[in-house]
């Protein structure tokens, strides 16, 4: 049996915005007030006496109780962002708090939770990303500006597009942006790793073979470029394919036909290419190890992918991009990163750019169990040492600013006016800020 909650009691809790609810040492709900119905869409009368897990139905609720862990420690919790689910099934965001009830003994007889409706917080978030975010690529700084301008363009042609950049910058990701936005959106794509095949396994597969083409053809084989007729065929890693495969890629461009191993003749082909390399082809065009013919009829529209060094105001918005990803994968409901993880992130120079930093967050992931990723979350070699000295904080957007500025003249040689046309701002702008940021003129 358990006890009432008084009504002068009730009658303040009921006048709270917050949902609220109490539960005896049984899980049992004995109170819960109007906000908490409006949220959960359930009536008070259909609540108490129930199981609180059999209402609110939260992601806590698989053994992480927020309650059970307040009632076992005698501990208080404050702000663990979760889902709960209304009783239409939807999911619903929202901040809880926790603490243990007593009694006149001091006795813990249940326990108290509060929560709030974040729907309106995460539509507005949402809302603020859609901004910033093309298909899955997510970011503002003024070098993934230009990309998103063009994209639609590129997508909407025909013409075979050139990816260029480090490892781990998204060459696939673009790929497929392309092709969701193109008119072969429903057809296939099908990505092939040009460095990852031995050559002989790397014809078939793009090409593909007769029965009796070899000893253990038994059957006809279609090839990738076959298997996206009517879509796309991403090529990764293009740079490592071989140069007598490249004489066969450069007819297939040309001609629009293909001959699969042991055929008699060819067939024709309906696809768009999209490849892509992390080296220098105009390199390797030079050292002669890629055919030039092959570079231009590839490199029709070539867009460069930039590292995350290069773009490190990006981080926070891919940060809680990743978290979110995370969380849903997961089951987990982590906050965020804490202030002195973000001053990591900001001044680490990930060498592994975006995939670098999903790895990191997910290996955080295994070790934060929820609230918010802590310094000691981190790999190992991430960490500060005892020896180090304390972080204070993020940098300030001023700092991200000198960083930016200077990080582009660099990259310019020093000469100003193209500096000032890659961060789409006046000279003047740029006189102003290298004067805030101490370079004088």
Same mark, same amino acid.
């Given at each position: 049996m358990f006890e009432q909650v008084p009504a002068a009691c009730e009658a303040i809790l009921d006048s709270l915005a917050d949902g609220v609810f109490t539960v005896d040492r049984d899980w049992n709900i004995t109170f819960f007030n109007k906000a908490a119905s409006r949220i959960t869409k359930v009536?008070?009368?259909?609540?108490?006496?129930?199981?609180?897990?059999?209402?609110?139905?939260?992601?806590?609720?698989?053994?992480?109780?927020?309650?059970?862990?307040?009632?076992?420690?005698?501990?208080?919790?404050?702000?663990?962002?979760?889902?709960?689910?209304?009783?239409?099934?939807?999911?619903?965001?929202?901040?809880?708090?926790?603490?243990?009830?007593y009694d006149e003994s001091g006795r813990v007889i249940g326990g108290v939770e509060t929560f709030r409706d974040l729907t309106d917080l995460h539509l507005m978030r949402k809302e603020m990303q859609a901004a910033y975010t093309f298909d899955d690529i997510v970011g503002k700084s003024a070098s993934l500006a230009k990309i998103f301008n063009i994209l639609p363009q590129v997508a909407a042609s025909e013409s075979t597009v050139l990816l260029l950049g480090p490892s781990g910058t998204g060459k696939e990701l673009f790929a497929r942006a392309i092709?969701?936005?193109?008119?072969?959106?429903?057809?296939?794509?099908?990505?092939?790793?040009?460095?990852?095949?031995?050559d002989n396994l790397l014809e078939s597969e793009l090409f593909g073979y007769k029965a009796g083409a070899f000893?253990?053809?038994?059957?006809?084989?279609?090839?990738?470029?076959?298997?996206?007729r009517g879509g796309t065929l991403f090529l990764d890693e293009i740079g490592d394919m071989p140069q007598a495969l490249q004489v066969k890629l450069l007819r297939v461009l040309q001609e629009k036909r293909v001959e699969p191993l042991g055929a008699v003749e060819s067939e024709p082909v309906d696809v768009r290419v999209i490849a892509a390399t992390n080296?220098? $082809?105009?390199? =390797?065009?030079? /050292?002669?190890?890629?055919?030039? #013919?092959?570079?231009?009829?590839?490199?029709?529209? %070539?867009?460069?992918?930039?590292? $995350?060094?290069? =773009?490190?105001? /990006?981080?926070?918005?891919?940060? #809680?991009?990743?978290?979110?990803?995370?969380?849903? %994968?997961?089951?987990?409901?982590?906050?965020?990163?804490s202030e002195d993880v973000m001053s990591v992130l900001m001044r680490h120079d990930f060498p592994g750019n975006v995939r670098e930093l999903e790895n990191?967050?997910?290996?955080?992931?295994?070790?934060?169990?929820?609230?918010?990723?802590?310094?000691?979350?981190?790999?190992?070699?991430?960490?500060?040492?005892?020896?180090?000295?304390?972080?204070?904080?993020?940098?300030?957007?001023?700092?991200?600013?000198?960083?930016?500025?200077?990080?582009?003249?660099?990259?310019?040689?020093?000469?100003?006016?193209?500096?000032?046309?890659?961060?789409d701002i006046s000279k003047d702008t740029l006189r102003r800020m290298l004067a805030r940021c101490g370079e004088g003129e």
């Open positions: 009536d008070p009368a259909e609540a108490v006496g129930r199981k609180c897990f059999d209402v609110l139905h939260s992601s806590l609720c698989d053994g992480n109780c927020a309650l059970g862990e307040c009632i076992a420690q005698g501990q208080t919790l404050s702000n663990r962002s979760i889902f709960i689910l209304d009783a239409t099934g939807e999911k619903i965001p929202v901040s809880i708090s926790a603490a243990p009830l092709h969701n936005r193109s008119n072969r959106a429903r057809g296939p794509f099908v990505a092939v790793n040009c460095g990852a095949l031995p000893t253990d053809a038994r059957r006809d084989k279609p090839g990738r470029f076959a298997l996206a080296q220098d $082809l105009d390199a =390797r065009v030079a /050292d002669g190890s890629f055919r030039q #013919d092959l570079f231009y009829r590839l490199n029709v529209v %070539s867009l460069r992918l930039p590292p $995350l060094s290069e =773009r490190r105001e /990006d981080i926070p918005l891919l940060v #809680d991009h990743i978290v979110t990803r995370l969380n849903a %994968s997961t089951g987990k409901s982590i906050d965020g990163v990191i967050l997910e290996f955080a992931f295994i070790l934060c169990h929820g609230g918010f990723i802590q310094a000691e979350h981190l790999p190992e070699h991430l960490r500060p040492s005892h020896g180090d000295p304390p972080v204070h904080g993020p940098m300030s957007l001023e700092e991200i600013k000198c960083r930016a500025v200077r990080e582009a003249l660099a990259r310019n040689q020093g000469r100003k006016m193209r500096t000032c046309r890659e961060l």
